[in-house]
């Protein structure tokens, strides 16, 4: 939705992520699916290039071994596939369209964040929860010619796929994945228009970081005056 807005679409695009479980996992998968190739993934160890892109059902699945073998070794990847690996390093230097970090909190500092804006990067999307430093946030979101999208409506899926589960407890039944995925992509297109929407409503137009604040203060203050709790 973040891409549509602008008039761009994932397809042909290069997305630099970091980390390589579970949700480093699904980037890549939900990526390759929508025509774009995630080129990096990163570890305690360092960070593998693939400029190939982990597109097939083979690359994307050695992820899931690499994971369950307990090693939280990413030079794996590219001892497997012949790719370079480069000990010790972030891929935020790294040129792509799309930069994802997707492991950990605070994972993006003032220096990475720089490296980011000269990647030549139009979109920093965050995946994981609060993966930049305050001040790396702002600058990033300084940067005319980067879109920020923030953690807290990202990676809203996560729990709202848990609300779907708790629903189909609810009313015993067992949707296909397929019907999981339809609704959660109906939750997070309302989720974009609310965030949006909110931003241009307050004077912030294109602020996703604030609409998001913005929409989600509304949603639970309008919530609390309807309940007449004050």
């Known amino acids: 939705e973040v891409l549509k807005h602008f008039g761009d679409d994932i397809k042909g695009k290069t997305v630099a992520v970091s980390g390589f479980g579970n949700v480093a996992w699904g980037v890549c998968e ?68 799309i930069i994802m970090p997707s492991a950990m909190q605070n994972d ?65 039944m067992s949707w296909s994945f397929e019907e999981v995925d339809s609704h959660l992509k109906d939750i997070m297109t309302n989720l974009y228009h609310n965030a949006a929407g909110a931003a241009a409503q307050y004077g912030k137009p294109g602020d996703l970081v604030a609409g998001a604040n913005i929409a989600g203060f509304k949603k639970v203050a309008e919530a609390m005056m309807e309940q007449g709790i004050f």
């Open 30 to 97: 939900k990526v390759a699916q929508l025509g774009g190739k995630v080129v990096t993934i990163s570890g305690p160890d360092g960070y593998c290039y693939d400029p190939d892109g982990i597109v097939t059902p083979e690359k994307i699945s050695y992820l899931l071994e690499m994971r369950a073998s307990g090693r939280n070794v990413v030079k794996d990847y590219a001892d497997k596939f012949g790719v370079q690996f480069f000990p010790g390093e972030k891929p935020w230097g790294v040129k792509a369209d």
């Open 108 to 172: 993006v500092n003032m220096e990475q964040a720089k490296k980011i804006a000269e990647c030549g990067a139009k979109y920093y999307i965050e995946v994981a929860n609060m993966p930049t430093t305050n001040d790396a946030l702002a600058f990033l979101m300084g940067q005319k010619h980067l879109i920020v999208a923030p953690s807290k409506a990202v990676n809203a899926g996560g729990v709202a796929t848990s609300a779907l589960e708790m629903s189909q407890n609810s009313m015993r």
